[in-house]
């Protein structure tokens, strides 16, 4: 089967993500979109690592719990994700991953158990009981060598600059020291394993050096915030052991009702998308564990470089040199960030990123560039007409009339030159290599000016003997419009849909498989539709002295919300407006299922007025009817009555939603109380 599963990694949920983060989720997005283009199936992973001293102590500090740490992360994550266009509403990650979800606590269970099972090559049991004493950095969740840290007392991480933990204890072991051959056998066979080829010689390198047993557990009275060892619950997993398993587990792996949502076996190997920072975790360890179990291996990982500050230093939270995403979703659009750090960043290398680059990039080459070649060839087909077709509609191109006369016309050269530019976009894209991708895009772009400059419409329209050259420059350059914004979907989702309807098409151009385009296939005489600039341009002095001076005018999708507040929720409201909301006891006086709408229940209930509520409710597919007569439930009483499958709706069951879909749980009451009763 024809299907592909790509994942981020999951972020700790110790702290709020920052561009970094952002950065890979985009990257990953693109990648899902261009395959779901292409008509594959794709499954796209993103989510949170919530368990370990990390979080544990990020949680401390804050004074919560550690579930309500991850809970707050998790919220801003979503609001984040949701304000980038990277949630599943918007065409982005189809779960956001949690490690404190049960099916993953069964998952890795399984997973440890097969692990604890196995030989290793050697003969060797692979997981065994053993002392470890050393130094572990929090920050990086990792056991730190002589080599990896900075001598002192304590000593401190050399990534992170922080105090290392002193551990002293007994620990599960998975001997890592027995897959070093296996590995370099893997690496070998599959030149394509890891990704760039120069991190994959690091990786390898490494492995030559020797590796040592791994230590996969901690003692539960020093890391309790994790999952049990199975059989052993004085032992809490390794976070890294935990968390790599989370790309199995998503998808169904030890779980069977998983299995049957999105299917291990349909979807897996994935293409793990990870910063090198996190190389070594996924490019040895993870394969290490993997071998171990009796998994397939993945199917590659690819490593991208760090955003770095001006000064060269990795973008991090503990450095303190991060963008913040509220001011970038504050005054930038979506598609030009995400067509920066496709463009900008040299896939596989650090980045610097700055403002002033994002701004200047934004101006050239979409406001200047793609938007202003969008617009002026809008424009003109709206005010200009060809011979025959009306203004206001795509012209003629007159191709089959250029070729007929034998006259090597422009024409022959912008498809020539498109078609060759997809396929060069296309070889860079599947190489991952963005930044040449987007640059033969934009050859178009400057290739298709040169046309219109040459060819000087404005002047073929006020002729009447160039009306048909008028037409066949305006097609083309519309032509070209329509094959652009089918191959940069992937990159600007919400630009190439612009773009697209501007020029009269139906749908959008998110299930158009490049490689299919032909040239030619623009419809003459569609009508365009409204003329708008797709990428207005940025007033730097205005946005940068905004910027530098905290301006909170413009306001942002993604605030971080307050610090003291734990839940999912972010802006307080006053108390009247909560008592706004009439709250009521109900009883549940009849139940019956609507027919052909599987979600929905019809409900009859009593809320102590003279007639029965009608209500429907979308709890179908966890309520049995029949279980629900004379239950005591909240009801909106107050919400506008409103039409369901021709039903009328007149008022709300209350219930907690939880999980990725959102399952209900309808509120009731352990006491008497009588219908109709308020709640305030
Ligand atoms: O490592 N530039 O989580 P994490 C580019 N939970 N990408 C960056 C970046 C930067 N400056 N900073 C962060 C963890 N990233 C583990 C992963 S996976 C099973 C467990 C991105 O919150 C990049 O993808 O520290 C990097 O690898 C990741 O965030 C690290 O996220």
Redesign the pocket.
């Known amino acids: 089967m024809n299907t592909f599963y790509v994942t981020?990694?999951?972020?700790?949920a110790n702290s709020l993500p920052?561009l970094?983060?952002l950065?890979?989720m985009i990257v990953a997005d693109t990648i899902a979109r261009s395959k779901r283009q292409r008509g594959i199936e794709t499954y796209f992973l993103t989510g949170t690592?919530e368990h370990g001293i990390n979080i544990e102590r990020a949680a401390q500090k804050a004074g919560r719990t550690p579930q309500e740490q991850a809970d707050y992360v998790v919220s801003y994550f979503k609001r984040m994700t949701s304000a980038f266009g990277l949630d599943t509403e918007h065409g982005g990650y189809d779960i956001f991953m949690r490690t404190t979800a049960p099916f993953h606590y069964e998952g890795v269970s399984d997973f440890w158990r097969r692990c604890e099972k196995a030989k290793t090559p050697k003969g060797n049991d692979a997981i065994y009981k053993g002392h470890y004493e050393g130094w572990f950095c929090a920050a990086c969740?990792a056991y730190k060598t002589e080599d990896e840290y900075q001598k002192g007392d304590p000593p401190t991480c050399l990534i992170h600059d922080t105090p290392l933990d002193r551990v002293s204890e007994e620990s599960y072991f998975f001997r890592l020291s027995d897959y070093g051959e296996a590995l370099l056998a893997v690496y070998e066979s599959r030149p394509d394993f890891i990704r760039p080829e120069a991190r994959a010689n690091e990786v390898i390198s490494f492995v030559r050096g020797g590796l040592q047993d791994l230590s996969i557990s901690r003692l539960r009275t020093s890391v309790s915030w994790g999952i049990p060892v199975p059989d052993d619950p004085a032992h809490t997993m390794y976070v890294?052991f935990d968390?790599?398993t989370?790309?199995i587990t998503a998808i169904g792996f030890g779980n069977e009702e998983r299995e049957r949502a999105v299917g291990f076996k349909k979807f897996w190997p994935a293409l793990h998308l990870?910063?090198k920072?996190?190389l070594r975790?996924h490019a040895v360890y993870w394969p290490a564990f993997l071998l171990a179990a009796g998994v397939e291996l993945p199917r590659a990982i690819v490593a991208?470089?760090?955003?770095?500050d001006p000064n060269g230093r990795?973008?991090?939270k503990t450095l303190g040199n991060t963008v913040e995403l509220d001011v970038l979703s504050r005054f930038f659009a979506i598609d030009t960030i995400r067509y920066f750090c496709l463009r900008e960043m040299v896939f596989g290398q650090d980045g610097r990123f700055g403002y002033d680059g994002l701004i200047d990039r934004a101006n050239s080459d979409l406001a200047s560039g793609l938007g202003n070649l969008s617009s002026r060839t809008l424009t003109m087909i709206a005010r200009y007409c060809d011979s025959r077709i009306p203004s206001g509609r795509i012209p003629e191109e007159k191709l089959l009339l250029a070729k007929r006369t034998g006259v090597d016309t422009d024409e022959t050269t912008v498809a020539g030159f498109i078609e060759t530019a997809r396929d060069q976009f296309l070889l860079h894209f599947e190489n991952l290599a963005f930044s040449r991708a987007l640059e033969a895009a934009w050859s178009v772009v400057a290739r298709v000016d040169k046309m219109i400059t040459d060819a000087k419409p404005w002047d073929l329209a006020k002729d009447e003997n160039q009306k048909q050259t008028l037409g066949v420059v305006l097609y083309r350059s519309a032509e070209s419009l329509r094959w652009l914004s089918v191959l940069l979907y992937p990159v600007m989702p919400e630009a190439s849909r612009a773009i697209w309807k501007q020029l009269g098409l139906e749908g959008v151009p998110d299930k158009i498989d490049p490689s299919t385009l032909k040239w030619g296939e623009l419809p003459e005489g569609t009508a365009i539709g409204e003329v708008q600039a797709v990428f207005p341009r940025l007033d730097k002095t205005q946005i940068l002295s905004d910027i530098r001076s905290g301006s909170e005018s413009v306001k942002s999708p993604v605030q971080e919300p307050p610090a003291s507040e734990p839940s999912e929720s972010t802006n307080f409201i006053e108390i009247d407006d909560f008592a706004k909301v009439d709250l009521r006891v109900g009883q549940v006086l009849s139940a019956e299922r609507v027919p052909k709408a599987d979600k929905l229940l019809l409900l009859k209930i009593d809320l102590g007025e003279a007639q029965p509520r009608q209500i429907l409710a979308g709890i179908a597919q966890y309520y049995e009817p029949e279980k629900l007569i004379g239950r005591k439930v909240v009801i909106v009483a107050n919400l506008k009555p409103r039409k369901l499958r021709g039903l009328e709706s007149q008022g709300m069951v209350v219930a907690a939603s939880y999980g990725e879909e959102g399952r209900p749980v309808i509120a009731t009451f352990t006491e008497d109380v009588p219908n109709g009763a308020r709640l305030k």
């Open positions: 981020t990694p999951i972020y700790y920052h970094g983060h950065y890979t690592d969740a890294w968390a790599l989370n790309y990870v910063g920072d996190i975790f991208h470089g760090m955003l770095v990795k973008m991090s």
